[in-house]
């Protein structure tokens, strides 16, 4: 039984999305459960996701509007219209929050995908089922401003205290807003 | 007689100078402050094959109290300004400040929101060094440039004009 089917056993219909590219193993599985997923990939027999390698995020803002603008441009074409069929419903949630888990005793990977909108910033914190999870997740909160609930330690890991933005959002300038640390009393000239 | 000597560019005052410029620019003591790829030429620069012993820089002095040369060595970040800033306080005057490379001259290639875009408008800056990063003979170089810097210095002159009242 391959690794595909074996998290398909375990996880039944938490399971959102499946995708295997090239050998690599994404699911995505709802944004409530992710705690008790990952516990019981953690341990479950002849899984056993026990490394968690890191915690990204990732703002898909820029994919959607780019998709957007994508379905409108062809306007005589009408070929073209017909192989995209237009997807109607709500905007699909901006950003995603994905854990990278590797098997130490059989070297498998899985990516676990949570999507997070907008509106709705907080994820459970999985700081209880890997104490490594404390860096990775202060990073994704200061890059993307997602909070994770029961954190320890819930401040920013790489820019100052203080600072004002998100720097990895989409619609964040590259160069900055002109944000300064505050250091009047150092500043020579 | 005795009074020119004090005022005007007299034979005992300008070889007192010269004798102190003379021991200051061979023993300019650096402060390795590698924050990037350039510390790794520095090191290089510091190591056997270049060996900037040569040229007096003797002792990495890795407390700012003992050092005379700060070299700048990488990218600042944000937030380290302020780190840099008090580095530079710690260090006992006579101080120098060497700029190693496109990021601590001007940010580089990161003109980003964390990089703190060139060193200069925190603490000032005597030697610039371009290049990314620039090669071990670049910060020998910029050392030399240095060196004649600090010998066409005039220690005491600012010391005797207080003296006389400003």
Redo the contacts between chains.
Sequence with gaps: MGLKEKVQDLLGNDILDIVEYRGDLTIEVPKSKNVKILKALKEAEGLQFDFLVDIVGVDNSALYEKKKAKKKKPKGDEEAEEKEPVEEGPPPPRFEVIYLLLALSTNERLRVKIRVSEDDLEVDSITGLWRGANWPEREVYDMFGIRFKGHPNLKRL???EGFPAH?LRKD??????G???D?DD???? | MGLQAYTGPGWLLTKAEQLINWGRSRSPWPLPYGTACCGIEMMCALAASYDMARFGAERPSFSPRQADVLIEAGTITKKMVPVLRRIYDQMAEPKWVIAMGACACTGGVFRTYSTHQGISDVIPVDVYIPGCPPRPEGLLYALLKLMDKIQKDHPLRKQVVEALGG
């Design positions: 790489l820019m100052w720097p964040y300038p590259l160069e900055g807003q944000e300064q640390r250091f150092c500043r020579f000239f």
